[in-house]
Every structure is written in structure tokens, then in C-alpha cells.
């Protein structure tokens, strides 16, 4: 096998797993939350699969990104680590790429540095993470080959479908908390 294809696979599977270790971070987080996916809060699993996935993505997507950068056929650099869109082959892919790169970078500061922030600070800059997923799952589906894998694409689907479900019953159980209560659900 060549050092090119070599490059080429590890960058796809390491990727891949970003994607799929971000997934799991999402849909354990909108667990953790009371009333959406209740079955679910009440098992200390839960919280150690979203400590763990967390984190986990940081270590695959820094594989993925220094693959892409020793991978010559690639024709990523350094710059396009911090400015999306200048990427000379395939730019919107790689630009959305570099975004979702640096929202899940903010993501996981503020919850590092969550004790020097207000709930409300945190909670925001926390939920970055929804964006992040949205701009790394059009990152995959423009960028990568694998969706062309019959497989790969109906499991993405189905957990990007799966994780918008929650993520409105979320919503919406947020907005109706907001109406009874008459105080910004943001809060919560």
C-alpha cells in the first residue's frame, strides 16, 4: 500500500470516527437533559459516555486534520486550520471543516473553563456544539467519499435525523418551560 493511500484511510477513518464521537457527545448531552430522552438521565452511563466522547473527538479529528496536512494530494495547510474557505481544493468543504474545527474548540475551553463563567455564559458558548455538529455533517457529506458507501450513509442519516428529533423535542419542551414560566429557558 502507498504512503498516499495510507494517508487517504487514516484520514477517512479517523474522520469518520470524529463525526460518530461527536454524535455520541450530542445525543448523550440532549440525554442528560430532563425531559428529552428521560429513559435515559437516570443512568450514570449516560454522563460518562458524554465526559468521554467529549473528549474523545479531540484526538481523532487531530488525527484526521494532521493526515489531511502531511497527505500531498490533499492540498490542506496550516492557514486553512484558522481560515476557512482559502482551502485551493474543495474550499467550502474544508472551509465548513475549519469552522466546525474551531466551534468545537470553543466548546470544549468553556467547558474547561466553566467555573469562571455564569451558567448562562457557559450554556451558550455550550451549545455552539449543535452548530458544530450541523457544519461537521455538511463538512462529511461534501468532503468525504464515504457517504457513497451505502452503509455509512444510512447510519449518518438516521443519526443526524435522530439527533434534530431530539434536539427539537429539546426546544420545544425549552420554549413551552419559558412560556409557563415566563422567564427565558436559556437559563435552564
Request: charged residues 10%; hydrophobic residues 55%.
Amino acid at each position: 500500500m502507498s504512503p498516499d493511500l495510507i494517508l487517504w484511510v487514516l484520514a477517512r477513518s479517523s474522520g469518520t470516527a470524529a463525526l460518530v464521537a461527536l454524535s455520541l457527545s450530542l445525543l448523550s448531552g440532549i440525554a442528560l437533559r430532563a425531559g428529552v430522552l428521560a429513559w435515559l438521565t437516570q443512568n450514570r452511563g449516560v454522563r460518562v459516555l458524554h465526559d468521554f466522547t467529549s473528549v474523545l473527538w479531540l484526538p481523532l479529528g487531530l488525527a484526521h486534520v494532521i493526515t489531511l496536512l502531511l497527505d500531498p494530494t490533499a492540498h490542506i495547510a496550516l492557514t486553512d486550520l484558522v481560515i476557512p474557505f482559502r482551502a485551493s481544493y474543495g474550499w467550502f468543504a474544508v472551509g465548513l471543516g475549519t469552522i466546525s474545527l474551531q466551534l468545537l474548540v470553543v466548546v470544549m475551553l468553556s467547558t474547561w473553563l466553566r467555573r469562571h463563567q455564569t451558567h448562562a455564559q457557559w450554556l451558550a458558548l455550550h451549545r455552539l456544539s449543535y452548530l458544530a455538529f450541523a457544519t461537521l455533517f455538511a463538512h462529511t457529506l461534501l468532503a468525504g467519499t464515504d457517504f457513497t458507501q451505502p452503509l455509512v450513509a444510512r447510519l449518518a442519516w438516521a443519526t443526524a435525523l435522530i439527533l434534530c428529533a431530539a434536539g427539537a423535542v429539546r426546544l420545544a419542551r425549552a420554549a413551552a418551560r419559558e412560556a409557563r414560566s415566563g422567564r427565558p429557558a436559556a437559563a435552564s
